[in-house]
């Protein structure tokens, strides 16, 4: 398949192109990028010296449909639903890294995002990509909406026990924490390294928009309304999620039993690992991977289930996850071209 990659230059974008360039059935066919339109990449990133990438080209439909079988945009919110639409018309399949096709609601998007949203009929030909969940929707679709990266950790981690009624649905907690690269490569005050060094901080307490994702996506399953509670933050790291999660229990369950059931429900899932051992899983331990790690604590004494799900948010929680969707959508293995193990320091 020919590749567009737009928004190539940010964080998201440069990972794609990192894993398409060694990809056996891809080709990068044109990279587009408004701000460095007409430069070399090697001019903006000198370490992909030795890869063989087209100029940077600016962002207009002419270029993004010239030639490609698939556009991937690794945009702000707010961009892609303005050129999906015409993408999907002529039949070109398009991968959204971005929110704008996540919720299936205008209202609910236009409140949490705070920009109008795409049309209600685009909405509802986009499939949500969070790939071990979505197999059988992903295979054949033509527009799928990537989950976010704190979705991406959370309901991977979340699924499985609320598919099983062991816990009150409306008692869930996520703690997530995130390094800067999350924020983007543009610059502003708060990732400067001097406010981010040293320093923890909270942000979009109650606001942030991957609340009524991940809400949409828990009442979708048990078929009534979820509300959950989360609480986002930034840590002084380049790449990484980690989040912790509690939730109160409403059956009597072992710690044995929540280990057998997630292993047994992500039997055939390769990029979901799950801990055995009683050890909680880190960030630097799925590192440049397509890995989420989970692992799971019983307090007896609260009645809660706490679970610990960390990801890399540029690989699962953007790119590596794009590209295991395309792999699924197209019939090819999953793992083609993510085969990419931890690095580690």
Known sequence: MKATIVGATGYGGLELMRILNNHPYINIHSVVSNS?????????YPHLSGANLPVLAAMNMENLEDGADIVFFATPSGVSKEYIPQLIEKGIKCIDLS?????????????????????????NKAVYGLSEMNEKVIEGAQLIANPGCFPTASLLAMIPIVKTGWIDEN???????????????????????????????????????HIPEMEQVLSDIVSKPIQLTFSSHLVPMTRGILCTIYMKLTETVTLEMVVSMYKEFYRNRPFVRIRTDGTYPSTKEVYGSNYCDIGFAL???????????VIDNVMKGAAGQAVQNVNIMMGWTETTGLELSPLYP
């Not at 460095?36 to 903006?44: I, P, W």
């Not at 007896?300 to 706490?306: C, K, Y």
């Open 36 to 44: 460095y339109a007409g430069k070399d990449v090697k001019d903006v």
């Open 99 to 123: 929110g704008d096709f996540r919720l299936t609601s205008p209202a609910v998007y236009e409140q949490w995002y705070m920009h109008p949203s795409a049309s209600q009929d685009y909405l």
């Open 171 to 209: 008692s869930i907690i996520i703690d997530g924490k995130t390094g800067v690269s999350g924020a983007g490569r543009g610059v502003s005050l708060g990732t400067h390294f001097s406010e981010t060094n040293e320093n923890v901080k909270a942000y979009k307490l109650g606001k942030h928009q």
């Open 299 to 309: 307090d007896v004494r609260t009645n809660q289930l706490i679970i610990v799900s």
